[in-house]
T-cell receptor
Framework: GAVVSQHPSWVICKSGTSVKIECRSLDFQATTMFWYRQFPKQSLMLMATSNEGSKATYEQGVEKDKFLINHASLTLSTLTVTSAHPEDSSFYIC???????????FGPGTRLTVT | AQSVTQPDIHITVSEGASLELRCNYSYGATPYLFWYVQSPGQGLQLLLKYFSGDTLVQGIKGFEAEFKRSQSSFNLRKPSVHWSDAAEYFCATGGSQGNLIFGKGTKLSVKP
């Protein structure tokens, strides 16, 4: 149990375009989802926390108008990278947490390359 | 604020040898602690976690970790390493929003 999927697993886009990444909890209801970013050979850094039905909370230094997060249902959160630039190229990983649980389940990640 | 430190960036061990990956935490109360493994280009797999209770925690794939409050450590161990264990290992602790705060990771290489 406790499976989290991400789609797409990898995407290449041109500079200036927008890309949407989906994160789904397949067999449980995720009241909270987290979005992390991992640059090559570095650790995961939290970008934002999203709770179902409310606005996401962004970490300091993360532009909320550039990284749009929507958590419209208990099984789906989306991250949209708007007007992507090459420096946004990274590995984006989501995790999901059920209500009253401290345990998180990670998606397999999405590799974004902006050319 | 909570944080974890992994002092070793890269460790190389011979196949069949024992392994210990270090992790130190910074938190006043009893922290939630985790060890994850990440293969290249892949997501994270939870190896084990510590919330409370028995300080020696058994995980998957033959890994174990011991919580030592006196040393603020949560080191990961395996008695005999296999070539398939080569990967990046992350220690993590719980953040204030329920998120995870990760260490910088330790890359494990295994010599044949």
């Amino acid at each position: 149990g406790a499976v989290v999927s991400q789609h797409p697993s990898w995407v290449i886009c041109k500079s200036g375009t927008s890309v949407k990444i989906e994160c789904r909890s397949l067999d449980f209801q995720a009241t909270t989802m987290f979005w992390y970013r991992q640059f090559p050979k570095q650790s995961l850094m939290l970008m934002a926390t999203s709770n179902e039905g409310s606005k996401a909370t962004y970490e300091q230094g993360v532009e909320k108008d550039k990284f749009l997060i929507n958590h419209a249902s208990l099984t789906l959160s989306t991250l949209t990278v708007t007007s992507a630039h090459p420096e946004d190229s990274s590995f984006y990983i989501c995790s999901a947490r059920a209500q009253s649980s401290y345990e998180q389940y990670f998606g397999p990640g999405t590799r974004l390359t902006v050319t | 604020a909570q944080s974890v430190t992994q002092p070793d960036i890269h460790i190389t061990v011979s196949e069949g040898a024992s392994l210990e990956l270090r992790c130190n935490y910074s938190y006043g109360a009893t922290p939630y602690l985790f060890w994850y493994v990440q293969s290249p280009g892949q997501g994270l797999q939870l190896l084990l976690k510590y919330f409370s209770g028995d300080t020696l925690v058994q995980g998957i794939k033959g890994f174990e970790a011991e919580f030592k409050r006196s040393q603020s450590s949560f080191n990961l161990r395996k008695p005999s390493v296999h070539w398939s264990d080569a990967a990046e290992y992350f220690c993590a602790t719980g953040g204030s929003q329920g998120n995870l705060i990760f260490g910088k990771g330790t890359k494990l290489s295994v010599k044949p």
